[in-house]
């Protein structure tokens, strides 16, 4: 079992950033691969970025790539998620999740696969 706290969201101007945090406790971190997903409102919870238990691989939504940065500190048990180029169609609750894979280099992008999430986090993108 883990749990999952979300952290850093907040009202921002298109074109800022922000820093998501998600610190984790239970099990040894370096056991769970990691996701960001959000969901606005009326919409269905879309994936965001998704990195390996290694630390070594991540995968972005093609609306997101290059201006979103995922990654993690196993030693703090934190993973993060860097938004700069806010726009506001970033609108949304932000959640991070985990996963428990045998691959160390695996990548988890559908969120059925996901066994743990944390409660959200507001990012807010004001033209």
């Known amino acids: 079992q883990v749990q999952l706290v979300d952290s850093g969201g907040g009202l921002v101007q298109a074109g800022g950033s922000l820093r998501l945090s998600c610190a984790a406790s239970?099990?040894?971190?370096?056991?769970?691969?990691l996701g960001w997903f959000r969901q606005a409102p009326g919409k269905e919870r879309e994936f965001v970025a998704a990195?390996?238990?290694?630390?070594?691989?991540?995968f972005y939504a093609d609306s997101v790539k290059g201006r979103f940065t995922i990654s993690r500190d196993n030693a703090k048990n934190t993973v993060f998620l860097q938004t700069n180029s806010l726009k506001p169609d970033d609108t949304a609750v932000y959640y991070c999740?985990?996963?428990?894979?045998?691959?160390?280099?695996?990548?988890?992008?559908?969120?059925?696969?996901?066994?743990?999430w944390g409660q959200g986090t507001q990012v807010t993108v004001s033209s």
């Open positions: 999740s985990a996963s428990t894979p045998r691959s160390v280099q695996a990548i988890i992008t559908a969120p059925e696969e996901y066994d743990y």
């Open positions: 239970g099990r040894p971190f370096s056991n769970y691969a």
């Open positions: 990195i390996s238990r290694s630390g070594t691989r991540t």
